[in-house]
């Protein structure tokens, strides 16, 4: 019974074990077709991914000749396709660089040439220059040798006229003291005779002696400004300064004027203070504005005025002679305070005077340690402004 039983378990186990034989077999052959299928679909994705990865190299490497050709329309593809684009944008780039670098080449040659030659130039300046600096070196030293012999003929010439100039003065202060002497008595003889003390004189006889008068007080003016000029000149003119009121001496100037003006028809008048102090020399500082007021009338206008004023100013008593006359040519300021300058036009007569009162009066004002300033409109007028140190209150 139980043989008949293995027998027959034996017989449906067989079927069974056949059919798990087939599927296993069924599975083997499975398996491999998935494997061969998935090689098969790997080499289908990764060849054109490698190839791709080449052909990038490639490019990196500055090769833009390399051809990029897609097998796929998928995204692989569409990958071909940009990596296409890249390498035309790079290989343009990279053409477009290319041109301007040989442009920038071709300048940097042309510029360097250019520079060669402008060095060459640059040299044979350099060389002229060293040549010419050689040649004003040598000039140099003979001019200054020249400079030197000059400058000493010329020291030597200074002190030589020096000499003579100081020579001169003396015996121009020599002679004029000699011609001043007998002047007065021939003055105070001649104002006996107009006074009658010698006798009666015709009125011919009168006018001749007035004119004699006039000449020769008018010689002794001439005198007596030569010799002031030539103490100044040896510095040998010396101040008695003392307390003198400025006011009362410009008003004493006007005054002593005042017959001078009428002769002329010129108005004369005074504005300033009763008293304003200084310390100076009256005697030279009379003598200077006098010279200035008395230029102001012989250089007016028929009917014209000089005003006098007298007043103060940043530390200087000022004395200011405003006149309507001629005026001064501004051509002609600089020569003002020159020796025998005299301002002359053809339409205007000719005046009374050496040319030295101006000349006197700056020189004398110089040594107050003062300033004198002009101002003038040709034709209009002229302003002369007397600076003089104020006395200081104790």
């Given amino acids: 019974m139980c043989s ?8 449906l186990l067989k079927p069974v074990n056949e059919l798990n034989k087939v599927l296993f077999y069924y599975f083997i052959l499975i398996i491999s077709i998935v494997v061969l299928v998935s090689y098969v679909s790997a080499k289908h994705f990764t060849n054109p991914l490698i190839r791709l ?9 500055g090769d833009f000749n390399v051809k990029v050709n897609k097998t796929t329309n998928d995204e692989i593809g569409e990958l071909y396709d940009i990596v296409k684009i890249m390498k035309n944008n790079l290989k343009g780039r990279k053409e477009s660089l290319e041109l301007k670098l040989n442009k920038s080449t071709k300048e940097i040659k042309k510029k360097n040439e ?3 030659k402008s060095e060459l130039a640059l040299y044979n300046i350099m060389d002229d220059l060293e040549k010419a600096n050689k040649q004003i070196l040598n000039e140099k030293k003979l001019i200054e040798q020249k400079v030197r012999e000059r400058t000493l003929e010329l020291r030597k010439a200074y002190n030589k006229l020096k000499k003579l100039d100081e020579a001169k003065n003396e015996f121009i202060s020599i002679v004029s003291h000699e ?54 000149d040896l510095k040998k003119l010396n101040l008695e300064i003392k307390n003198v009121n400025l006011a009362n001496l410009a008003k ?25 102090m200084i310390k100076a020399d009256e005697f030279r500082v009379k003598e200077a504005i ?14 014209g005025s000089v ?6 100013e940043k530390g200087y008593a000022v004395v200011t002679v405003k006149d309507t006359g001629i005026g001064i040519p501004k051509k002609e300021m600089d020569n003002l305070f020159n020796r025998f300058y005299q301002v002359e036009k053809a339409a205007v007569r000719k005046h009374e005077g050496s040319g030295l009162g101006l000349s006197i009066a700056k020189g004398l004002i110089d040594l107050h340690k003062g300033k004198i300033e002009v101002e003038s409109k040709f034709g209009k007028g002229t302003m002369f402004k007397i600076y003089l140190p104020i006395k200081k209150e104790a």
């Fill in 252 to 276: 004493s100037i006007k005054n002593s004027l005042k017959p001078v003006a009428e002769k002329y028809k010129v108005n004369i008048k005074y504005n300033g203070p009763r008293k304003l």
């Fill in 114 to 116: 250019e520079l060669r």
């Fill in 4 to 11: 008949v039983l293995k027998i027959k378990e034996e017989g």
């Fill in 290 to 303: 006098t010279n200035i007021v008395r230029n102001a009338i012989l250089y007016n206008k028929k009917n």
């Fill in 53 to 61: 990865k080449n052909i990038a190299k490639r490019i990196s490497q």
């Fill in 179 to 232: 011609l001043k002497s007998p002047l007065f008595p021939v003055l105070g003889f001649i104002e006996l005779m107009l006074k009658g003390e010698m006798g009666k004189l015709t009125k011919q006889q009168k006018e001749k002696l007035k004119l004699v008068y006039k000449n020769a007080s008018d010689l002794l003016k001439l005198i007596e400004d030569m010799l002031t000029l030539s103490k100044l």
């Fill in 307 to 312: 005003l006098v004023n007298v007043d103060k």
